[in-house]
């Protein structure tokens, strides 16, 4: 590969910090890419996020469900599973969870539209799903 093309795919990478590296703890934040160009929509799935009851101090297991419209950053996949693992020890009730994520997911890339769906595992019988959005979708 030549260094023009490695230069190229490269740029706009000084901020990510936990590519590449060993990490063992959770991240407090989001790290982001240039969005490539044509990039319309990005969708990432978890079934595995757990945050903690606030009241019972339970642990709760969710899916998770983001779809976002990129504006000129993407989202790091790896600093994202570190950061949900900064919810597993947090008490959050799941509709504070949705937002939560949203919040972040708006702050670090400033989406044109954004979509966030958490679905809590059933308790007492009841699955909890709550959404939390920014901005409109495009209709297709």
Known sequence: MSEQIIDEATAGLEGL???????????????????PDGCAQVTFETSELASI???????DLST????????????ESKSLKLHLWSYRDRPIFAEALAVAIADE?????????LHVTVRQQARG????????????PPTR
């Open 17 to 35: 910090t936990v590519l590449g590296r060993t990490v063992q703890a959770p991240l407090d934040h989001l790290e982001s890419f240039p969005a």
């Open 53 to 59: 009851c606030p009241v019972t101090a339970q642990p």
């Open 64 to 75: 998770l469900t983001i779809d976002y419209g990129p504006n000129q950053r993407c989202i």
């Open 105 to 113: 997911v708006a702050r670090a890339v400033d989406p044109h539209w």
């Open 125 to 136: 019988g009841i699955v909890t799903t709550t959404q939390a959005s920014r901005g409109t």
